[in-house]
Nanobody
Framework: QVQVVESGGGSVQAGGSLRLSCAVS????????VGWFRQAPGKEREFVAG????????SYADSVKGRFTISRESAKNTVPLQMNNLKPEDSANYYC?????????????????WGQGTQVTVSS
């Protein structure tokens, strides 16, 4: 099994920054990618950013490209998500997930292990 735990959510004004972190533990050799998703009230969960576990290749949703940065801290098995220039529409519950799918998966169904989520609120 793989365990995924998010941290770092909070409240910030528009234009501000937050840094989320995802700790991945357990049988991490089964992990090929880690992704961040978000879900706002009344909306479907959507892909935000992902990173390939072996070569650190990254992918982003168009809505966050240029503002968010996903990375991997190999020594600690953590995956930070640096969020800059936040907008009110970025407000959501953010989830980290681990995938056994090769490449750069972006679909919810491609991720097997999920964290409980952390809330991000951006006020205007």
């Amino acid at each position: 099994q793989v365990q995924v735990v998010e941290s770092g959510g909070g409240s910030v004004q528009a234009g501000g920054s937050l840094r989320l972190s995802c700790a991945v533990s357990g049988r991490t050799f089964r992990t090929y990618a880690v992704g961040w998703f978000r879900q706002a009230p009344g909306k479907e969960r959507e892909f935000v950013a992902g990173i390939n576990w072996s070569d650190s290749k990254t992918s982003y949703a168009d809505s966050v490209k240029g503002r968010f940065t996903i990375s991997r801290e190999s020594a600690k098995n953590t995956v930070p998500l640096q969020m800059n220039n936040l907008k009110p529409e970025d407000s959501a519950n953010y989830y980290c997930a681990a995938s056994r799918t090769l490449g750069s998966p972006r679909g919810i169904d491609e991720y097997e292990y999920w964290g409980q989520g952390t809330q991000v609120t951006v006020s205007s």
